[in-house]
Structures are given as C-alpha cells and as structure tokens.
C-alpha cells in the first residue's frame, strides 16, 4: 500500500516491535491528552498488552511499518471493551500514528486491516473513545462508520487540567 511517499506495509504486531510500539505509545503519554496514561511504561511494563493481541481472535493488533526502513508508523488495536463477560462481543478500537507520519493515511490503512481482520469474529459493536479536542480522529472513526454516542465530561485529569472523552460506537 502507498501513503505518502513512502511503500507502507500492515501486517499483526510481533514481540520484536514491542520497544518501537513502546516509544510511540511514550510520545502520546508525555506530549498529549490522547492517552490518560500519565507515566511513560517500559517495554517490560508494555508486554502483557501486546501479548493480548494474539494474530488471531477478536483482541488484534495491527502495525503499519514503512516498507525500506521497517521503522513503525503507527499501529491500530482491538481490545476488550468491559471485562464482564456479557460484554465479550464488543471490542474498543483505537489507533496510534507516529506524530511525523500523520497526515500520510496511516490510521486509514489500519483500521483497514484491523476491520478486515475482525470481518470474520463473533463480535458485535465496536467502541472508540476519543479524548477532546481531536477532530482528526472524529473524522477517521466516522469515515470507518462510527456515530457519536456522547461525551463523559471531564472524565480524565491529566497536564493540570480536565478533559473530555466523545464516545462513538460501530456496529461490526
């Protein structure tokens, strides 16, 4: 797939990305409200969540890597929505694209292959939740066929302040 200027390639998320996936996932954690993890993790600290993306099964992990240099661009996940066992049809989607590869269509191709991937599970809605302000992700989960659903109103403290999260939903 092209993007940009550069070959972009997707494929499932290996053990060996963990410290690049670890770094990009830091960027968002000290620089932005994006994520409300307000620490930076370790890739030791960072493992379980990637094993919980195994290549198969509803909980998938997605990596767009550039072609040339395999330098990761982003990565998009499927992940447990609640821990109860009703909710177990439901997944949250989310995705993550490195801050000098945006605007490239990166978060496209993943949600692309992520959806793709998850056409064939026993899954029933998929939920986003979006710190605010963030309209370019709004635009890529309504591209995708999110609809809004509504806002818990400062739900998260981070950088001295409240922030807002719009919650969208898809049906799968």
Do not use: C
């Not at 000290?30 to 600290?45: C, G, H, N, S, W």
């Amino acid at each position: 797939m092209r993007s940009g200027r550069t070959e972009v390639q997707v494929r499932p998320g290996v053990e060996d990305d963990l410290k690049a996936l670890t770094d990009l996932y830091n960027h968002y954690v000290r620089e932005t409200p994006i994520t409300f993890d307000t620490e930076p993790l370790t890739p030791e600290e960072r493992r379980p969540w990637l094993l919980s993306h195994p290549e198969d099964g509803p909980h998938r992990l997605r990596v767009a890597t550039d072609a040339d240099s395999q330098e990761i661009l982003g990565y998009a996940t499927s992940s447990p929505y609640r821990a109860k066992p009703a909710y177990g049809t439901s997944v949250e989607t989310t995705v993550y694209v490195a801050p000098y590869a945006g605007r490239r269509g990166i978060g496209t191709l993943l949600y692309t292959a992520l959806f793709e991937a998850l056409a064939s599970e026993d899954l029933h809605r998929a939920y986003a939740g979006i710190a605010q302000p963030n309209e370019a992700s709004a635009r890529l989960h309504e591209r995708f066929g999110f609809r809004y659903v509504g806002t818990y109103r400062e739900v998260g403290r981070k950088f001295g302040r409240y922030w807002d999260v719009a919650w969208y939903e898809k049906p799968l």
